[in-house]
């Protein structure tokens, strides 16, 4: 490992993201050997154990020289769970001071846009209770009111606060909560972070994304989602999780043919690819510098660039 970047303490966090496809893991496993540095993965999906293949729990990709890197929050909860970004934000507190007690340096990787901001910009997430008196007042009000309500806490930008009535109760419970308890203690550690951005052109994406598909069904992506079928886990839960186990749950079912099965799956992988950049450009249209590298560079200029900007 390069002992001169051990004890650099201009950043207490690196920050290496992407979309799908973009080989964030691989970079991120070389950039924390030389920084004497941990993983912490921020992706949605990873933390469900026995989600392997579809997930892309690539787990050779933290093998650097024969050094195995150590990477947290992967294999965190059983399928069938739902995990939310409250819990990982304090899932992710506790794994960035583990690391750092320990002396090494986190590096966060992942492409969950809201995951990621939620954890470096400290937003203020709470376990927010259930405000049953509340939801009885609110049970007659139709949409188009429970939004007004809702627009009058705060703005509305995420437009699944506005399309789903369960989301829409919570999402007032939520700002209701805050309304009334106005001196919650919210400590965040300070963060100093680094983001570093890995992308390909449009079509490179799309070329990366269908061949990355192709492989993970010929290792046995279909069998992994008839496993977890057939231990229990239920094809509406599977199916909330989206992409290759909602497409291949309605392919197991006979709800599509192999064909129609892949070619939806790989349309809608394309689409998520591009609302990942849609994310990460607006995080830099409120202010966020991300360094981008261009993902043909060969791994080892890109450490180096790396490098390069923690030392600059």
Not at 6 to 19: E, F, H, R
Not at 74 to 79: A, G, K, R
Not at 278 to 299: A, C, Q, S
């Amino acid at each position: 490992m390069n002992s001169n970047f051990k004890n650099n303490q201009t950043y207490n966090l690196i920050t290496v993201l992407g979309p799908t496809a973009s080989g964030k893991t691989i970079l991120a496993a070389h950039i924390a050997y030389h920084l004497n540095g941990e993983i912490i993965s921020a992706d949605s999906r990873q933390v469900y154990k026995k989600m392997n293949i579809g997930t892309g729990k690539d787990y050779e990709d933290y093998v650097v020289r024969d050094t195995a890197i150590p990477f947290h929050l992967i294999d965190l909860v059983d399928p069938g769970y739902i995990y939310n970004v409250y819990e990982f934000q304090c899932d992710f507190l506790k794994a960035f001071d583990n690391i750092r007690q320990r002396g090494k340096k986190p590096i966060l990787c992942g492409g969950s846009g809201m995951y990621i901001e939620a954890v470096v910009k400290g937003y203020k997430l709470i376990n927010v209770p259930v405000n049953k008196d509340l939801r009885k007042r609110l049970k007659s009000l139709s949409m188009k009111e429970l939004t007004s309500m809702l627009s009058s806490f705060k703005k509305l930008h995420n437009i699944s606060d506005t399309s789903i009535r369960k989301s829409l109760l919570r999402a007032i419970e939520i700002q209701t909560y805050y309304l009334e308890n106005p001196d919650i203690d919210f400590n965040y550690p300070e963060i100093k972070n680094l983001f570093i951005g890995v992308k390909y052109d449009r079509d490179s994406r799309r070329q990366r994304i269908t061949e990355r598909l192709k492989n993970r069904l010929d290792n046995r992506l279909v069998e992994e989602v008839e496993s977890l079928l057939n231990e229990g886990v239920t094809p509406e839960q599977l199916i909330y999780y989206g992409l290759e186990y909602k497409y291949i749950t309605l392919y197991i079912q006979n709800k599509l043919s192999c064909d129609e099965m892949f070619t939806k799956l790989n349309t809608a992988i394309h689409q998520f690819a591009k609302r990942q950049m849609t994310w990460f450009r607006r995080m830099e249209r409120n202010g966020t510098k991300i360094h981008w590298l261009n993902g043909y560079m060969p791994l080892e200029d890109k450490v180096k660039e790396v490098l390069f900007l923690i030392k600059k």
